[in-house]
């Protein structure tokens, strides 16, 4: 039974890294799984990504790079205020520099080398 679709996805590509496959298949497409699949490929956690359309929802066939070692959603999405970046990096990355953790802001979904410490918002997942 499908409880979080997000949280299955980044399951389903952390599955696919551990166990050595270079592609994988993501079913339930949302647009807020495209805007984190963005940032992976920004970053390079991924190379690229492709959605194709069903009447079931699509799925997305996402290529690997081979370089993440984790990634999770984070539950429950704490709210996050500019000041408090370093923190919750200790909390959820190994170290300082290492990974990235993806903030639902007011502009959309970012990283938080992305923003800076300019703006706020609510926790959504991390990836190293």
């Not at 590509?13 to 949302?30: F, L």
């Not at 390079?44 to 081979?66: S, V």
């Not at 996050?80 to 502009?107: H, N």
């Amino acid at each position: 039974m499908l409880h979080d679709p997000l949280s299955d996805a980044l399951s389903i590509i952390k599955n696919a890294e551990i166990s050595g496959k270079h592609e994988c298949t993501v079913r339930h497409v949302s647009n807020v799984l495209k805007e984190i699949l963005n940032i992976m490929k920004k970053y390079g956690y991924i190379t690229d990504f492709e959605e194709t359309k069903d009447n079931k929802g699509g799925e997305i066939r996402i290529k690997l790079a081979g370089k993440i070692n984790d990634c999770k959603t984070i539950i429950p999405r704490y709210p996050l205020k500019k000041v408090d970046y370093e923190k919750w990096e200790k909390r959820f990355l190994p170290a300082s520099g290492v990974g990235t953790l993806i903030v639902s802001t007011s502009q959309g979904i970012k990283s938080h080398k992305d923003t800076q410490g300019k703006i706020g918002g609510v926790l959504v997942a991390y990836v190293y």
